[in-house]
């Protein structure tokens, strides 16, 4: 299990051609919608458990408006996300004071 306490990251993924389809095609029914949050969701499950040890993270949310996520992990575990194919940038949370 990786090191560190937890803390939120954001997850941005590279361009993906079918989340861009059904991201336009989710503007016009609640199917439409419904098909993208079910394809996100995978999507996002299937790229932490294939890249983190399970049980060692929480995803928080999927994000509809771009392709991402935000998540609890270690500063270990980002860096490993940073390496994945699919992913674009990790970003840790940064709260404002």
């Known amino acids: 299990m990786a090191s560190g306490r937890s803390e939120l ?3 941005f993924l ?3 051609p079918e989340y861009e389809r059904l991201r336009l ?3 016009r029914s ?3 919608a419904h098909e993208l949050d079910m394809y996100l969701s995978k999507k ?3 790229l932490l458990g294939n890249t983190l040890e399970p049980g060692s993270y929480k995803r928080t949310l999927s994000l509809v408006i771009v392709d991402g996520f935000a998540v609890e992990i270690s500063d270990d575990q980002a860096n490993l996300l940073r390496s994945a194919n ?3 940038v990790v970003e840790k949370n940064q709260e404002l004071v």
Request: proline share 0%; no cysteine; net charge negative.
């Open 9 to 11: 990251y954001f997850v």
């Open 14 to 16: 590279n361009y993906d």
């Open 25 to 27: 095609r989710s503007y």
């Open 30 to 32: 609640q199917r439409g």
């Open 44 to 46: 996002h499950d299937d």
């Open 86 to 88: 699919e992913v674009r």
